[in-house]
Every structure is written in structure tokens, then in C-alpha cells.
């Protein structure tokens, strides 16, 4: 792993998904949208509270917010995204906004979510600092990642894939922060301690993902990831073969009848900003 370079990681990250807006919205969706009523559980959002929610891609969760009768603003730095976001959900403000400086003033918002928002910034703990700053005091944060790819099979069975090729990451993706930091939950928990949360929790939320086939699994994969397609794409076709490969043989034993059911665990991080 190479030295961090933190903003040629966010630039990456929010160039690719201006071109992976749908591709994320047609794969990611059915089961990322699964996340959207524990996160804003945890984060007490109904009837009247104004919540913020970053990274919000497609808007699954500020949508959900809405119905639940919430005043919402979704954010993404992906212009791409908003724009998507605003398509699925016109009744919803969303906006373009960086996690890591939010365009707010302090003590906005009663609530504040991000779905696996922190996965893709280059400084976490600034931007849960931000997050923080926007709250109102008693207000509530609540956070998801992926889990361990042991526990996180979707992935796990790709990262298998691509270490068993021995294929290394190309030159031009720049080194970000570990993908799987926040799936240990003493370090999730520690992330909002530092920023003096209180009733701080981390809980796992696990289920299982159907998908039609290895074609459909692989194709959503690279269609609706940034860093996972890259990985790809920069390697030489015979390594890209044998990604591939291996791939279709660490799916088989979870195959169901003609389906692949494979499965999904998360990190759900929640805590309260404390009380003036």
C-alpha cells in the first residue's frame, strides 16, 4: 500500500461516479436500499425532524426520510448523482455538496445519515467532524459500511477473485483509505467517540442477496463500483480473464437451485450529538 493522497483519492472517487450514477442505481440499489430503515431508525428521523443526507447517490435513503415525514436534504459530489437523485425523487432538495466541507451552517439539521458515504472520502474523520458540526445539539448521526469481506461475501468473492490472480492495483487508481477500516466496530466506535458522541453503538445487520446469475453478479459489479471496475479495467486482458475465472468458481457454492444467493452483512455506527 502506497502513501494515501487524499484528494487525488476524492477526485477519483467523484470523477467515477459521475459515470456510474445508474450503473450503482440499477445493481446496488435492491439491497443498499435495505439499509435505509434501520439507518434512520438509528437516527430517530420521523415527523418533522430536518435531516441531511450525505453522499446520498440515488437518494434512497432521503426519499425514505421524506415519506416518513421529515424535511430532508440529500448532498453528493457527483453532479451526475444529484441529478439522478432529483429524477427519482422530485419532492426531495437535493443538492451538490462535499461530505468533507459541508455547504451548511452549524447546527442545521436534527439528524444527519450517510449510507456507506464514509467508504468513499479520503478523510473520514473530517467529514464526521463536519457531520457533527451541522447537527444540532441532541441531534442524532447515523452511519453504515461494509462489513469484513469474510462476513461481506458480495465482495468478498471478488477480492478472492482478484488476489487469487495476484493482481495488483493499477498505477492510476491513488491509494485511499482501507476499504474495510470501519468494518471493525472498536474503530466505527471510535470514530464517533473522538468527535464526543454520546450513546455511541455499532451493530451488524446481515441478510442475503439473490442474483440471477454470475454474469448479472459480475456485470453489476463493474457497472456500478469505481474503484472495484478500475481494479479491472487496468489490468492486461489475460489477468482480466483470469479475475474473471476465478470469479465464477468462488460463486459456485452459493448457488441455489439456478440463483446465486450470496451474503450481505453491514456496520450500522449511531450516536447523539450531547445537549447544549
Known amino acids: 500500500m502506497g502513501e494515501i493522497d487524499t484528494d487525488a483519492f476524492n477526485a477519483f472517487e467523484a470523477t467515477g461516479w459521475e459515470a456510474k450514477a445508474v450503473g450503482y442505481d440499477h445493481f446496488f440499489g435492491a439491497f443498499t436500499s435495505r439499509l ?38 440529500g448532498g453528493d459530489i457527483a453532479e451526475a448523482m444529484t441529478a439522478l437523485a432529483s429524477r427519482l425523487h422530485p419532492q426531495v432538495e437535493f443538492v451538490y455538496g462535499n461530505a468533507e466541507a459541508l455547504p451548511f ?107 440471477g446469475s454470475p454474469d448479472e453478479f459480475w456485470d453489476g459489479l463493474l457497472g456500478g463500483t469505481v474503484r472495484m471496475s478500475a481494479l479491472v479495467s487496468g489490468q492486461t486482458d489475460e489477468v482480466q480473464r483470469e479475475i474473471r475465472a476465478g470469479f465464477d468458481q468462488a460463486v459456485e457454492p452459493y448457488r441455489v437451485d439456478d440463483r446465486l444467493e450470496l451474503p450481505v452483512s453491514v456496520k450500522l455506527a449511531a450516536g447523539r450529538k450531547p445537549s447544549a
Open 36 to 73: 435505509v430503515d434501520p439507518l434512520l431508525d438509528a437516527a430517530e428521523v420521523g415527523p418533522g425532524v430536518r435531516m441531511l443526507d450525505v453522499a446520498s447517490g440515488p437518494g434512497y435513503a432521503a426519499a425514505q426520510a421524506a415519506e416518513r415525514g421529515a424535511s430532508v436534504v
Open 105 to 211: 451552517t452549524g447546527e442545521s439539521f436534527d439528524a444527519v445519515v450517510g449510507n456507506f458515504a464514509l467508504l468513499h472520502l479520503g478523510r473520514p474523520e473530517q467529514a464526521v467532524a463536519e457531520f457533527v458540526r451541522v447537527l444540532k445539539p441532541g441531534g442524532r448521526l447515523a452511519l453504515t459500511v461494509w462489513d469484513a469481506p469474510e462476513q461481506a461475501r458480495f465482495l468478498g468473492v471478488f477480492l478472492d477473485a482478484v488476489a487469487a490472480a495476484e493482481a495488483g492495483p493499477p498505477d492510476d487508481i491513488p491509494h485511499g483509505p482501507p476499504f474495510f477500516r470501519f468494518s471493525d466496530e472498536q474503530e466505527f466506535a471510535r470514530l464517533l467517540n473522538e468527535q464526543q458522541l454520546e450513546e455511541v453503538q455499532v451493530r451488524t445487520i446481515a441478510f442475503s442477496h439473490s442474483f
